[in-house]
């Protein structure tokens, strides 16, 4: 349904930009969003964007540096993350289809992807 790319290494202070591609199923009228996990923690909230992409809502951690937009004549959303911090290390998965608003708990959304690793070295 869904499907997470564009993990990798960066250096702190680095860019990376996480992409998403999901089944039109998945790609409802809904919310989407990004998660990230550390081993040991829970799934953490990062962003999430509503489906005009008009709406969006960030983790304090990473709000001014990470941006979350998406385009819905492709099926794609996408996670743009600037200022990368060692602390930003985690495999980051992306959500679709939440009627919640803001949704920041892992049980708001219906569909998962499997995640893409990101490790920021310092």
């Known amino acids: 349904q869904l499907q997470a790319s564009g993990g990798g290494l960066a250096q702190a202070g680095g860019s990376l930009r996480l992409s998403c591609v999901a089944s039109?199923?998945?790609?409802?009228?809904?919310?989407m969003g990004w998660f990230r996990q550390t081993p040991g923690k829970e799934r953490e909230f990062v962003a999430a964007?509503?489906?005009?992409?008009?709406?969006?809502y960030y983790a304090d951690s990473v709000k001014g540096r990470f941006t979350i937009s998406r385009d819905n004549a492709q099926n794609m959303l996408y996670l743009q993350m600037n200022s990368l911090k060692p602390e930003d290390t985690a495999v980051y998965y992306c959500?679709?289809?939440?009627?919640?608003?803001?949704?920041?708990?892992?049980?708001?959304?219906?569909?998962w992807g499997r995640g893409t690793q990101v490790t920021v070295s310092s």
């Open positions: 959500a679709a289809d939440s009627t919640y608003w803001p949704p920041v708990l892992p049980e708001n959304f219906l569909y």
């Open positions: 964007i509503s489906w005009s992409g008009e709406g969006t």
């Open positions: 039109r199923h998945a790609f409802n009228n809904y919310g």
